[in-house]
């Protein structure tokens, strides 16, 4: 095994989104990651943790375009994907594209929507095409969702569809940053100066180039065992001798064992290799489970997350060798 060699490539698009973001290496990674995987990302956190940002940011080094959509009650489908307008000059309807058209989407407080919003954004993730009228629309590649997530404030929200839900490569929970982080962005951020001013790294070309790339990671027989001995706890944590079966409500669908092998390979050419270890599997279990397993009443009566029955089952499943 060697040494990828589309590591300078990728090192330099980290580096120069750093001269704006402080910290978020995880973010601005796992983001990479669900790019080359041709993947959608939700993510949960407070305001201020500077998810648009590094959105922005990374969509500046890529040289894509980027959008912001507000998500709020009132919101219609079409406000997302665009609509006809009949124009009395030439006495035909023409179509006016939404923000959906658009390589980077963030779709900020997704959950504030209702559910026919929720539909028009689930075909456009899932199908990479917008109906308007009687006709489809292919959206521009690399193509992703960045939908974003107020865990505290839940009053006026709608909580997503699991079948949207699933269509999500990752969901990434934020926390606050370090103090000496904290630091950083307040030297850098506590001015009126203008941005320092950022070079494109990338462009919408070599993103599609990546993207065949992770076609050439190996993955060991024996890692696939491991990624589908991981999902299938979620489902029958009893054949693992696991305590959990009476927190699980559903376990996760085939969708999660396919996304913890692509992004596994997307992890690893990130890093540099051409093969996959099971320290790769294990980084990004979370984020690919987290919002793909109900749990029951019982979880919510004795206060158990579903980060703690991923770290059972994470300690408790060991890859062979």
């Known amino acids: 095994m060697s040494e990828t060699n589309t590591l300078p490539s990728i090192q330099k698009v980290q580096e120069e989104a750093h001269k704006i973001i402080v910290g978020q290496e995880d973010l601005i990674e796992k ?11 939700l993510i949960e956190g407070i305001p201020g943790l500077a998810k648009s940002l590094t959105i ?18 009132d919101l219609l489908p079409g406000d997302i994907t665009g609509t006809e307008i009949f124009n009395q000059q030439t006495n035909n309807f023409q179509i006016h594209k939404g923000p959906i058209f658009s390589h980077f989407v963030l779709a900020d407080e997704i959950n504030r929507s209702p559910a026919k919003v929720q539909s028009a954004l689930l075909e456009a993730m899932q199908e990479k095409q917008v109906s308007i009228g009687n006709e489809t629309y292919p959206l521009p590649q690399p193509f992703m969702v960045l939908a974003t997530q107020n865990p505290i404030e839940q009053e006026g929200t709608y909580p997503l569809p699991e079948a949207q ?35 494109p ?47 699980i409500r559903l376990g996760a669908s085939p969708r999660a064992t396919i996304n913890l ?31 793909r397993i109900l749990l029951n009443y019982k979880a919510a009566l004795q206060n158990i997350a579903i980060d703690d029955i991923l ?6 499943i060991i890859p062979e060798k």
Request: glycine residues 2%; contains cysteine; hydrophobic residues 40%.
């Open 31 to 41: 983001i990479i990651i669900a790019l080359i995987c041709k993947g959608h990302i």
């Open 56 to 73: 922005d940011t990374l969509a500046q080094c890529l040289s894509v375009s980027s959008k912001r959509i507000q998500f709020t009650p």
């Open 165 to 199: 839900m699933d269509r999500f490569l990752f969901k990434i929970i934020l926390k606050y940053p370090s103090q000496e982080d904290e630091h950083k962005i307040l030297k850098r951020m506590a001015s009126t100066n203008p941005l320092e001013k950022l070079n």
């Open 201 to 247: 790294i990338l462009d919408a070309d070599e993103i599609q180039k990546l993207q065949q790339s992770i076609n050439n990671i190996h993955l060991e027989e024996s890692l696939e065992k491991y990624i589908l001995n991981i999902v299938d706890a979620t489902r029958f944590p009893e054949k693992y001798n696991l305590d959990i079966d009476e927190f």
């Open 261 to 291: 092998a692509l992004s596994s390979k997307a992890l690893a050419m990130v890093r540099g290799r051409d093969y996959v270890t099971p320290d790769d599997i294990q980084f990004l279990a979370k984020d690919i489970l987290r919002h």
């Open 311 to 316: 770290d059972k089952i994470l300690g408790s």
